[in-house]
């Protein structure tokens, strides 16, 4: 019977920069039923989830973390939250993940993608299973590497993550004897940009942007006639899929678009892994995604489920529920939980211990962090052809090894029918 109760915070953004909670709170809440459902996990409580809407503001974030942490009253007992799970967006996730460790609160993060959240000094006490934008680097070296690419081009909008996954990936290149040759930085117009790298002659481009400036770097691309088979673009692959035909802020049209659009690779973290075993909740990733389905359906009945907020990243809210449930329960065998303070260190380091012990496996696949508490996932690589997206190959950065998808040829020769008249010395 589970007659007392263990309190934890929550943050779920439902509006905002990224609304990643629209979908990610449905799926912690449906963790949270059937962990509170095991006589085998927390025996004798029930885990009650304190959420508020961050709106994805650093501000509120921060207001939202000091209402948890003094407003001792949770339902009728005097008690502390154990942990955060959350927040989603990165700004929010920097703001309260560097004031948390002061209350020695450890916070668990389900969509945070910045490079600076692994800075263990300033964010002690922050884990996530969302893995940070660098994780595409090891992919894209992998390929340069298969393909014999050796001189390099990074383009970059000036935002903070993506100047930090330049700057790993320049680290991670020169490793691997990959000579990143020119680096271009934009703010709002890539204009300039893209005439510098046509006039050093660069053929492959690293574009580190998000979707809105994409579009303005292949409207000029392909006013630049910087398109084409000679070139070959690595991009984001968590763009909506039909990104470079929402042509409205652009000067070109969508024909244009597809044109200069054609042929590039992109990388994305899998979020929802492909295995058809059961995971650590008893559940296949399947069974998940057509319950979790079935309540967006109910819950926003006018939007299709892949654009609810937070869709993409809902089988990760899922998995750091169970995360921060289980590790609870490792703490629960050595220490009383009922005790805890957020003064006591003690408590915090045997907390942080079992949190660091994680590992399972979920609908996202494996979970278990690095010593600055990210999760390591597969990489999946995109080619699009002809307008479509085709899934090319799914890379395992902890293994460094590549898995060919399509079927037939195993040997990656699909990339290679998509021929490049360009010498590979380039
Ligand atoms: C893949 C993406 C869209 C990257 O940004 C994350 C949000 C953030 O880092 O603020 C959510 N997941």
């Not at 309190?7 to 059937?34: C, H, N, R, S, Y």
């Not at 006591?344 to 399972?360: A, C, E, R, Y």
Request: glycine share 6%.
């Amino acid at each position: 019977k589970k007659d007392k109760t263990l309190w934890i915070g929550g943050m779920f953004p439902q509006t905002g920069e990224w609304a990643g909670g629209e979908a990610a709170f449905p799926a912690a809440i449906k963790a949270l039923d059937q962990i509170n459902q095991r006589e085998d996990i927390l025996p004798g409580y029930y885990l009650n989830l304190s959420a508020y809407d961050t709106r994805c503001s650093p501000g509120l974030g921060t207001t939202i973390l000091y209402e948890l942490l003094y407003n001792k009253t949770f339902g009728s007992v005097n008690s502390s939250i154990l942990m955060l799970l959350g927040p989603a967006c990165s700004p929010v996730s920097t703001a309260v993940g560097e004031a948390a460790k002061m209350w020695n609160l450890i916070v668990l993060s389900y969509g945070s993608s910045s490079p600076a959240l692994s800075n263990r000094a300033r964010f002690r006490t922050f884990f996530r299973t969302h893995p940070p934008a660098t994780l595409h680097n090891p992919t894209r070296i992998k390929f340069f590497d298969l393909f014999g690419w050796k001189r390099i081009a990074i383009l970059i909008q000036t935002e903070e993550v993506w100047q930090s996954t330049a700057e790993h990936l320049e680290t991670l290149a020169r490793k691997h004897n990959v000579h990143i040759a020119v680096r271009q930085l934009f703010d709002n117009d890539p204009s300039h940009a893209i005439s510098n790298l046509k006039k050093d002659d660069i053929r492959i481009i690293v574009g580190l942007f998000y979707e809105e400036k994409a579009r303005k770097v292949f409207c000029k691309a392909y006013q630049q006639n910087y398109f084409g088979e000679s070139y070959v673009w690595w991009l984001i692959g968590w763009y909506a899929d039909n990104w470079f035909l929402k042509a409205h802020d652009v000067e070109c049209t969508p024909e244009e678009m597809s044109r200069a659009v054609e042929g590039h690779f992109t990388t994305e973290i899998q979020m929802l892994t492909d295995a058809t075993r059961r995971t650590v909740s008893g559940l296949t990733a399947q069974e998940f995604i057509t319950d979790l389905n079935t309540t967006l359906k109910q819950l926003f009945p006018s939007k299709p489920v892949e654009s609810v907020g937070g869709y993409v990243e809902a089988p990760l809210a899922y998995d750091a529920t169970w995360a921060l449930a289980l590790a609870l329960n490792r703490s629960l065998e050595r220490t009383n939980l009922e005790e805890w303070t957020y003064g006591n260190v003690d408590m915090k380091n045997l907390m942080m211990d079992d949190m660091k012990q994680t590992d399972f496996f979920g609908v996202s696949g494996a979970v278990k962090f690095d010593e600055f508490g990210n999760r390591m996932s597969k990489v999946v690589v995109e080619q699009l052809r002809n307008g479509v997206y085709h899934r090319l190959a799914r890379f395992d950065a902890e293994r460094g090894s590549i898995e060919w998808l399509g079927g037939e040829e195993s040997d990656g020769s699909r990339c290679w029918n998509y021929k490049y008249n360009y010498s590979s010395s380039n």
